[in-house]
C-alpha cells in the first residue's frame, strides 16, 4: 500500500512553533513534488507552501518568513515548521504530494491534522 502519514499537530500559543511532517510509506520511490495546504471551518482550502524537485519553495503571503517547507528524500518525508504562530494559523493541515511509484506519477493526501493556536 501507498500512502502519506501526518504527525505533528496539537494546541499551541500565541507565538509558538509546531512542525509538521508527511511520510510516504509503501513502494513510493520518491518525492516528485509536495504541497501543504489547510482549511479552517467555513473556509476553502488555502495553498499554504509548496516545494519542488531542487527545492525551489513558494508560500502564501500570510505565512511567508513564519513558514519553511522542507524535504528529507532518504526519509521521504516532506516538513513544514511554523514559526510566530497566530490565531489565524488554526486549521486542519493537509500535506498533497505526487509520489514517483515504480509505474508512475501518483497524487495523494494525507489524513490531515489539527493545529490550534490559542492563549
Known amino acids: 500500500q501507498v500512502q502519506l502519514v501526518e504527525s505533528g499537530g496539537g494546541l499551541v500559543q500565541p507565538g509558538g512553533s509546531l512542525t509538521l511532517s508527511c511520510t510516504a510509506s509503501?513502494?513510493?520511490?520518491?518525492?516528485?513534488?509536495a504541497d501543504w495546504y489547510r482549511q479552517a471551518p467555513g473556509e476553502q482550502r488555502e495553498l499554504v507552501a509548496s516545494?519542488?524537485?531542487?527545492?525551489?519553495?513558494n508560500y502564501a503571503d500570510s505565512v511567508k518568513g513564519r513558514f519553511t517547507i522542507s524535504r528529507d528524500d532518504a526519509k521521504k518525508t516532506v516538513y513544514l515548521r511554523m514559526n510566530s504562530l497566530i490565531p489565524e494559523d488554526t486549521a486542519v493541515y493537509h500535506c498533497?504530494?505526487?509520489?514517483?511509484?515504480?509505474?508512475?506519477?501518483?497524487?495523494?493526501w494525507g489524513q490531515g491534522t489539527q493545529v490550534t493556536v490559542s492563549s
Open positions: 516545494i519542488m524537485i531542487g527545492d525551489s519553495t
Open positions: 498533497h504530494a505526487i509520489l514517483r511509484l515504480t509505474d508512475g506519477n501518483y497524487s495523494y
Open positions: 509503501g513502494s513510493t520511490f520518491s518525492i516528485n513534488a
